[in-house]
């Protein structure tokens, strides 16, 4: 994945509690990373999380698929940049791509992806994204967005 290709970016410093006994992040926290970076992209798009765990928007999503390549390793008080990108939406679904990388040399720590789904607030049952989500992400994506419905 090229970074260039990438609309969305955040940051996160590597802390001392994300480090395992051989000195590196722990792959476990990447996930936590691909998260910061996705409530930061919906943040980004002008969203507020709510103390249940959804959006202000009344979006409620739940990750189905989580799967990534390790390329390099992190070490502590790195300061990382994290792309994100949503490249396809289909009825209820969409997915997220990720890419990880080291903010001093720009090399590529993690990619991955995540798949969510929607879901129906009161039923928790997987239920059509909304347009309104829809043309939002067509707005901010541009043309790289697949739209599979």
């Known amino acids: 994945m090229d970074v260039k290709e990438f609309k969305h970016k955040t940051q996160v410093r590597v802390r001392t509690f994300e480090i395992d006994f051989q000195g590196i992040v722990h792959n476990a926290n990447y996930l936590k990373y691909f998260e910061i970076g996705r409530i930061e992209y919906k943040r980004?798009?002008?969203?507020?999380?709510?103390?249940?765990?959804?959006?202000?928007?009344?979006?409620?999503?739940?990750?189905?698929?989580?799967?990534?390549?390790?390329?390099?390793?992190?070490?502590?008080?790195?300061?990382?940049?994290i792309y994100t990108r949503i490249s396809w939406i289909k009825n209820s679904s969409f997915c997220f791509e990720q890419v990880i990388e080291k903010d001093s040399d720009k090399s590529v720590v993690c990619e991955g992806k995540g798949i969510l789904v929607n879901l129906n607030p009161e039923t928790n049952q997987p239920e059509e994204i909304g347009e309104k989500f829809v043309k939002e992400i067509e707005e901010f994506e541009g043309k790289k967005l697949k739209i599979v419905i």
């Not at 798009?45 to 992190?74: P, Q």
């Open 44 to 81: 980004n798009l002008g969203s507020k999380m709510i103390r249940s765990g959804e959006f202000d928007d009344g979006t409620k999503v739940v990750a189905v698929h989580n799967s990534m390549d390790y390329k390099g390793f992190a070490f502590v008080d790195e300061l990382l940049n």
